[in-house]
T-cell receptor, first 113, second 115 residues
Framework: KAGVTQTPRYLIKTRGQQVTLSCSPI?????VSWYQQTPGQGLQFLFE???????NKGNFPGRFSGRQFSNSRSEMNVSTLELGDSALYLC????????????FGPGTRLTVT | DQQVKQNSPSLSVQEGRISILNCDYT??????FLWYKKYPAEGPTFLIS?????DKNEDGRFTVFLNKSAKHLSLHIVPSQPGDSAVYFC??????????????FGGGTRVLVKP
């Protein structure tokens, strides 16, 4: 079974621009979560989608948004990029019910200059 | 407010010996705990989990212990191997008590296994 895939793997953007990251979950998984990893803040939860609905949201500004499609693929968008948005963005998928492990993709390394 | 803490940022251990990683949490709503291993430039890899109805779970060389009264869990790796050198993250979930699958992560412990 193919794992979680994320595209692109690396991205360089300029302050003020916007960016869209994509995540394809493991086949059959209906839950997709997004996390941000930075050296200062560690791994932080952004949001989770299940069956095209946002089920949970972390403490991030409204510039961070996401969506999930009917095939469970998900995208996250960051508008008006700031230098502090430079991070590794990780996507994780699971079957969706609680008490099940989440499987992570390799991440997208975003650098904002 | 760090709800999940890994107080040891790094750990060095000899190959073949036991590695013990510790994790403390403050949120009593957490009832499902996971350990992940992460290599640089890769996503975290799931290792082992434990629900709050248990106090121990084993999977091969990995054993997780949960002490609910102390809000403490630990991961034991026996025997440690050089390939275990990585950053280990403890994560917690409120399970059915919260909407969704939000994981709260600790800051990580970097493990170095010396040959």
């Amino acid at each position: 079974k193919a794992g979680v895939t994320q595209t692109p793997r690396y991205l360089i953007k300029t302050r003020g621009q916007q960016v869209t990251l994509s995540c394809s979950p493991i086949s059959g998984h209906r839950s997709v979560s997004w996390y941000q990893q930075t050296p200062g803040q560690g791994l932080q939860f952004l949001f989770e989608y299940f069956s095209e609905t946002q089920r949970n949201k972390g403490n991030f500004p409204g510039r961070f948004s996401g969506r999930q499609f009917s095939n469970s693929r998900s995208e996250m968008n960051v508008s008006t990029l700031e230098l502090g948005d430079s991070a590794l963005y990780l996507c994780a998928s699971s079957l969706g019910t609680a008490y099940l492990e989440q499987y992570f993709g390799p991440g997208t390394r975003l650098t904002v200059t | 407010d760090q709800q999940v803490k890994q107080n040891s940022p790094s750990l060095s251990v000899q190959e073949g010996r036991i590695s013990i990683l510790n994790c403390d949490y403050t949120n009593s709503m957490f009832d499902y705990f996971l350990w992940y291993k992460k290599y640089p430039a890769e996503g975290p890899t799931f290792l082992i989990s434990i629900s709050s109805i248990k106090d121990k779970n084993e999977d091969g060389r990995f054993t997780v212990f949960l002490n609910k009264s102390a809000k403490h869990l630990s991961l034991h790796i026996v025997p440690s191997q050089p390939g275990d050198s990585a950053v280990y993250f403890c994560a917690a979930s409120a399970g059915e008590k919260a909407a969704g699958n939000k994981l709260t992560f600790g800051g990580g412990t970097r493990v170095l296994v010396k040959p």
